[in-house]
């Protein structure tokens, strides 16, 4: 950028943002920084950090937008007039064929850990609930609509999902012959899911 040019903050903005994550789905998530992202859209250091305080900030923003993208996902491959147990395991599905096609963004979304003197941002953990809200919101009618014991299920179907798709992106699926991850998910959610049917009847 040269001496005495004008800077759009927005498209500024917008240009660190793509930079970064360019450097992520090409790189890995340890190829990050501030010096990587300025010498990619050619601007000074400190000139991002008159955008974003830190990379903590940068990497929360790209998180979000990784969310953004799932959220859309999860919503674009279920349907309406799925039945409950049907909707939820779609979702898994989804969730897996995400973290696979977006191998980087999604180790980036689930393995970064912000400093400990930098709290989570209000934007950034409503994304997270609204993710969270849309699978519990389909879960709701297999355990009775218990608001709690959906967003207990949501927690740990996401934990359990989450394990799945880390050893199927790293291989060790494969070492032990296991079934792919899909195949994984389906069974894990329906006999899951069965379980706390059959706790309605107790």
């Given at each position: 950028m040269g001496r005495g040019q004008k800077i759009d903050h927005q498209e500024l903005r917008a240009s660190i943002?793509?930079?970064?994550?360019?450097?992520?789905?090409?790189?890995?998530?340890?190829?990050?920084?501030?010096?990587?992202?300025?010498?990619k859209i050619g601007c000074a250091v400190g000139t991002i950090y008159n955008i974003f305080s830190s990379i903590d900030e940068v990497i929360l923003t790209i998180n979000v937008a990784t969310m953004t993208k799932l959220q859309a996902r999860l919503l674009a491959e279920t349907r309406q007039n799925d039945d409950p147990?049907?909707?939820?395991?779609?979702?898994?599905?989804?969730?897996?064929?995400?973290?696979?096609?977006?191998?980087?963004?999604?180790?980036?979304?689930?393995?970064?850990?912000?400093?400990?003197?930098?709290?989570?941002?209000?934007?950034?953990?409503?994304?997270?609930?609204?993710?969270?809200?849309?699978?519990?919101?389909?879960v709701m009618p297999l355990v009775d609509n218990d608001r709690a014991r959906a967003e207990g299920a949501a927690r740990v179907l996401w934990a359990s999902l989450h394990g799945i798709c880390s050893l199927a992106i790293s291989g060790k699926l494969d070492t032990v012959h296991a079934e792919k991850a899909e195949v994984l998910a389906e069974s894990l959610i329906r006999n899951y899911l069965q379980g706390l049917r059959l706790e309605n009847t107790l």
């Open positions: 943002l793509a930079a970064a994550t360019e450097i992520i789905s090409a790189q890995g998530t340890s190829a990050l920084s501030i010096r990587k992202i300025a010498g147990l049907t909707s939820v395991i779609r979702l898994g599905e989804s969730y897996v064929s995400f973290s696979r096609d977006n191998y980087h963004l999604w180790s980036l979304l689930i393995a970064h850990k912000p400093s400990p003197d930098t709290p989570l941002p209000e934007w950034f953990q409503k994304k997270i609930d609204d993710l969270f809200l849309l699978v519990s919101q389909r």
